[in-house]
């Protein structure tokens, strides 16, 4: 398995030119992934962690360019780091809007973790899901069908932190808290 350093992924962000506030919502994302992934870790949970860093930081690679084309930055996202030799990244980075399939009673898989941590971050903060979930139906769902789409999607969300915090021993609204302990990247 390839992964991207540190610094291979910081070349691919100025190689996207990805805007400053993009940048700064992928670390904060990072941040949040790797406080659940060492945290569930140290539980014995089979995580990749640098799995789960270089997918986090690079999960909007494509975002920036995607308000000029129009394009599903997930899919062209995964499609720039599997032309690059990353395969295993590239598939987290293109489910990191959507899971492909997800398992409730299952084991932990990356992509969970960092699609749960996107869903965490507005912009460069922190939020509940409930905000999250506003800020996304008022900002992307304009149509019925979106508005259903986004609430089925929400469903599964809440399911899905439900299973990461199960296992650990804060809940979610301690995170804001808990990433100020340390440096989680």
């Known amino acids: 398995m390839q992964i991207p350093t540190r610094e291979e992924c910081g070349r691919f ?3 996207m030119e990805m805007l400053e506030n993009i940048i700064s919502h992928s ?3 990072c941040r949040v992934a790797m406080l659940l992934t060492d945290h569930l870790i140290a539980l ?3 995580l990749n962690r640098d799995l ?3 997918s986090a930081l690079l999960h909007d690679i494509t975002k920036t360019r995607s308000f000029d084309t129009r394009e599903d930055h997930a899919r062209t996202g995964e499609e720039f780091l599997l032309q690059r030799g990353y ?4 598939e987290i980075v293109g489910q990191h809007v959507c899971l492909e399939r997800f398992n409730p009673a299952g084991p932990f ?8 941590a996107d869903k965490r971050v507005l912009h460069d903060r922190v939020a509940s899901l409930d ?8 900002r992307y769902c304009k149509q ?3 508005r259903e789409r986004l609430r089925d999607l929400w469903e599964e969300t809440r399911e899905l932190e439900r299973k990461i915090f199960r296992q650990l021993p804060f809940g979610p609204e301690e995170l804001r808290r808990r990433l100020g302990k340390g440096r989680w990247t």
């Open 131 to 138: 905000d999250r979930m506003a800020y996304i139906r008022d």
């Open 109 to 116: 898989t990356e992509a969970e973790i960092v699609n749960y």
């Open 44 to 46: 014995h949970v089979a």
């Open 52 to 54: 789960v860093r270089a």
């Open 87 to 90: 395969p295993e990244v590239g």
């Open 13 to 15: 962000i100025r190689e």
């Open 27 to 29: 670390r904060l994302v």
């Open 144 to 146: 019925v069908a979106h």
